[in-house]
């Protein structure tokens, strides 16, 4: 077993999450700039997994039960795609330590924070937004910082890019924004919310402000990005404005079915619609089969790019995409 030997770090972890393509990304990329903050390049997506499956370890005061629990957060595939292959380390005093899951997990963000020469760790999940209470009981002194931006932009970058159904994506929309609202409210002190076009409209003021929620000093480096071609396919070297293409994007009539969808939920996060009332929700039967058809889509477009021996893995990808929906879009009201 690779071993390391580091301080252990700030308790006080940062999430960064909000609905797909609402500027996490954008934000993560600042905040690492900052001397005492590392974000951690890959979203782990599974930390509520591990949440929910902790029961199944035992007793974790159990040497042998807490180091399984080690050895299995460890071996999240992308925390060992961004190790280089190789599975991060454990920490030589682990036995010591908190037995519980979140020590686990700040042990091994702490391996990666210490080789920036940094203590303070931000992970970036979007979709950790539905989780924000869960996170909170495994890191009582973790920050959430929740991204929001107009649902139909957010609708139309998914169509654009992947061809997602656009009633779809704003359904998702204003589901995760009442939910991030719901739980994060219940932590005033921990749990801050942005909007995209403010940060990207006024960068210097929203920063200052992130950087006082945080509890550390502003720097001015946290206005630039660092990975932009990587992650997000900008040119830019900077905060800039990409606000309301959608006015742009959709005819009168796709644009009237969003709003009478997530008019209500748009108005009261200052957006203008022509449906400031409307609140509809589809019938859960056409939300799997938009959940499908968007699913059999992605699976389609990623058979298209494999070689031909790779090919044979369409069929499995559909049949992932079905169990999603079952095990997903079924459970939601």
Known sequence: ???????????????????????????????????????FRGETRVIPHFISKLPSYGDINNDDNFLKLWNDFRSVPILVSCNDGTLPPIPDDWHKRKRCLGSVIDGIFEYFSSLDGKRRWCEKTPMHALHISALARVFPGAKFIHMIRDGRDCAASFHRRWGYNIKRTICRWKEVILVAQTQGNELPTQYMELRYEDLTEQPDIWMRRICIFLNIEFNEKVLYLSRNQEFSGSTHKSITPNNAK?????????????????????DALGYPTGQPLADHNPSKVFRIFWALQDNIRAAIKKFQKEDKHTKYNFWAQVIAALRQILTSTLRRP
Do not use: R, V
């Open 1 to 39: 077993m690779t071993q390391h030997n580091s301080p252990q770090i700030d308790p006080h972890p940062i999430f960064i999450l909000g609905m797909n393509g609402s500027g996490t990304t954008m934000l993560l990329d600042c905040l690492n700039n900052h001397p005492e903050l590392y974000g």
């Open 246 to 266: 959608w006015k742009k994007y959709y005819s009168q009539h796709t644009l009237a079915a969003l709003d009478n969808i997530a008019g209500k939920q748009l």
